[in-house]
Each structure stands twice: as structure tokens, then as C-alpha cells.
């Protein structure tokens, strides 16, 4: 395949990273072993980037950090530094997905570092700054959170990338909602919703009716609450996103549980379990044979009961081995690469 047509096929496979992901995986894998045999170092990095973000959507991390790591070690090979941040910050969204904090925040730490205040990396900088509000808002603290995702969308106001955008727009509506400010949080969380589907995001329309259902919960509007999952649920049905997936189910089962509803609640909730362990999500898994145990609970069904809590029990064992506390995460100077 000559270069010209590697290049073609990196663009086909944009248009379809979110609406059509395990056909782009296909085509990225191929490209990818392509691209290795003619030792093209841009294309491979740039297929490693759109690998990352398809398996963001499908599950499959630990082979998207194997073909980043490939990546980093062709760009340190034929000095193509310029592209290190980029790989670093698919790295830390790799590491974060799989609960691996301290990694996530390092790997975004060294994307802010070296992108410095060069131009051309300003979006990759937003990026990684967003990234490091997410572990923020993973360790509880969500006003750092909110000064990272603020930081990114000034960087990326006058980028016209609607995915960038919205993205920073609904982590920072994510951290509001964490302080309690809902109004704000509503009004964001509205705007970006339009935004998103005016620009042809689906994943990012059905996270923002994730959100907003979920303050909807909070309000006790039960109604509106179950509305939006459902909506939020067929617009999945256009885009596979797994990890968005379990959280809506997970999110439902509680609202029918509320509703007296116990044995449809388990069954919803076993739907995002079976999801979950498919794309080992193990934090989310954990999360969610937790919240089994309880319907179990309150059902009296003893076996299922202590079942999901071994299960839960061994998870968390196995979680603690790969993972630092959230308190020893190193927050300190996080203040200096938001600023501009």
C-alpha cells in the first residue's frame, strides 16, 4: 500500500471511530501492520492514537497501550518527539479507563509538560489537562477538577474541534454536579447536548442524557430521570460505547430499584455486569456487584447475595494490588499547567 493510500485510509477510519468503532477497529489493526512493515512512523502513531480512542468505546486497553507503547518507543527511535505527547496522552486515557490512577496521572502530567505553550499541541495540552481532571474528580477533588476542564476549553474556544469541546464541556458539567451546582451543571450539560448532536457525536449526546438523568435523580423526578436513560440507551444503540453503556444501566437499575421494582433492577443490572466483564471494566464491575449484593439483599436471596460479594471481594483484592490508594495520589503543582 503506497503512502498516499496509508494516508487515505487514516482519514476513512476518522469518519468512523464513533458510529461504526469495530468496523474501524478492523481496518486500524490492518493499517497499523502496514504501516510497521514500511516503517511508517506517522501513520503508525496516528492509527496507535485512533486505536486508542475506538477501544475507549469497545473495551480492549490492554492491546491499545501495547500498540501506544510501540508507538513511543518508533518515536524515540526516529526522534519523531514531536508526537510524544500525543501517545503520552493515550496513554493516560488508556491507564485511567482500567482504574490505574497514579499511572493516568503521570502519563498526563508529562503530555502538559513537554506540549508547553508550543501551538501546535495546544489540543493535545486540552486533552491532557482534561485527563487530569478526571482523576481529580476520581480522587474527590472536584474544584481542582473544575479549574482542569475550564483551563481546557479556553485552550480549545477558538479550536472549532467539536469532539474536543464538547468533551472538556461535559467533564466540567460532570465536576459541577459534584459541588452541587445544578443549575450550572444543567445548563452545560443542555448546550453541549445540542452541540453534540449538531456536530454528529452520539456518544457525547448520550452522555449528556446520562448526566442530566442524573440530576434529574437528584431533583427526585423520577419521570424525567427515566426518560433520558431510555433516551440515552437508543442513542447507544447507534454507537457502541461500553463504558457509557454500564453506567446507564447501572444508573436505571437504581431508578427501578427506587420504584419498588427489586427483580427488574437485577436483571438490568446484570446486563451492565455481563458488559463490564466482557471489557473488564473492573472498577465499574466492582461498583456494580456491590449494588447486586444489595437488591440481593433486600430480596432475600442469600446465595446470589454472598455469591456477588465474594465476587466483589476478590475484585477488590486484585484492584488494591495494581492500584495506590486515591488519598497518595500526588495532586501537588496542578495549579501551574492550567495556566495558560
Known amino acids: 500500500m503506497p503512502l498516499q493510500r496509508r494516508q487515505a485510509e487514516l482519514a476513512a477510519i476518522a469518519t468512523q471511530i464513533f458510529t461504526a468503532p469495530a468496523e474501524a477497529r478492523s481496518a486500524c489493526l490492518a493499517l497499523l501492520a502496514e504501516a510497521r512493515l514500511h516503517f511508517d512512523v506517522p501513520v503508525f502513531i496516528e492509527a496507535a492514537r485512533q486505536l486508542s480512542l475506538i477501544e475507549d468505546q469497545l473495551g480492549d486497553f490492554a492491546g491499545a497501550i501495547a500498540v501506544l507503547l510501540e508507538a513511543q518507543a518508533l518515536a524515540v527511535e526516529f526522534r519523531a518527539y514531536q508526537q510524544m505527547p500525543l501517545i503520552l496522552e493515550q496513554l493516560g486515557c488508556c491507564h485511567y479507563s482500567?482504574?490505574?490512577?497514579?499511572?493516568?496521572?503521570?502519563?498526563?502530567?508529562?503530555?502538559?509538560?513537554?506540549c508547553g505553550r508550543q501551538a501546535e499541541l495546544q489540543k493535545t495540552?486540552?486533552?491532557?489537562?482534561?485527563?487530569?481532571?478526571?482523576?481529580?474528580?476520581?480522587?474527590?477533588?472536584?474544584?481542582?477538577?473544575?479549574?482542569?476542564?475550564?483551563?481546557?476549553?479556553?485552550?480549545?474556544q477558538d479550536s472549532g474541534d467539536a469532539y474536543l469541546i464538547t468533551m472538556a464541556k461535559i467533564n466540567w458539567a460532570v465536576n459541577l454536579l459534584q459541588?452541587?451546582?445544578?443549575?450550572?451543571?444543567q445548563t452545560l450539560l443542555q448546550q453541549t447536548w445540542h452541540e453534540s448532536a449538531a456536530a454528529g457525536l452520539p456518544h457525547h449526546v448520550a452522555e449528556c442524557q446520562y448526566r442530566l438523568a442524573q440530576l434529574?435523580?437528584?431533583?427526585?423526578?423520577?419521570?424525567?430521570?427515566?426518560?433520558?436513560?431510555?433516551?440515552?440507551?437508543?442513542?447507544?444503540?447507534?454507537?457502541?460505547?461500553?463504558?457509557?453503556?454500564v453506567n446507564v444501566l447501572a444508573e436505571w437499575a437504581e431508578l427501578v430499584a427506587e420504584q419498588a421494582a427489586l427483580p427488574q433492577a437485577l436483571t438490568i443490572l446484570q446486563r451492565g455486569l455481563q458488559l463490564a466483564r466482557e471489557d473488564r471494566f473492573l472498577h465499574l464491575e466492582l461498583r456494580l456487584l456491590t449494588q447486586a449484593a444489595r437488591y440481593a439483599q433486600q430480596l432475600g436471596l442469600k446465595l446470589q447475595r454472598e455469591e456477588y460479594e465474594r465476587q466483589a471481594g476478590f475484585l477488590h483484592i486484585q484492584l488494591h494490588d495494581h492500584s495506590v490508594p486515591l488519598p497518595q495520589?500526588?495532586?501537588s503543582g496542578l495549579e501551574a499547567l492550567a495556566v495558560d
Open 98 to 114: 482500567l482504574g490505574h490512577y497514579p499511572a493516568a496521572l503521570q502519563y498526563f502530567r508529562q503530555a502538559v509538560l513537554l
Open 125 to 156: 495540552r486540552a486533552l491532557a489537562l482534561i485527563g487530569i481532571g478526571r482523576v481529580c474528580d476520581a480522587a474527590g477533588e472536584h474544584r481542582h477538577a473544575v479549574r482542569m476542564h475550564q483551563a481546557a476549553c479556553q485552550l480549545l
Open 179 to 185: 459541588l452541587d451546582e445544578r443549575a450550572a451543571a
Open 216 to 245: 434529574a435523580r437528584r431533583e427526585q423526578d423520577s419521570a424525567q430521570a427515566e426518560l433520558l436513560l431510555e433516551e440515552a440507551l437508543g442513542t447507544l444503540t447507534t454507537t457502541p460505547y461500553h463504558w457509557l453503556e
Open 329 to 331: 495520589l500526588d495532586l
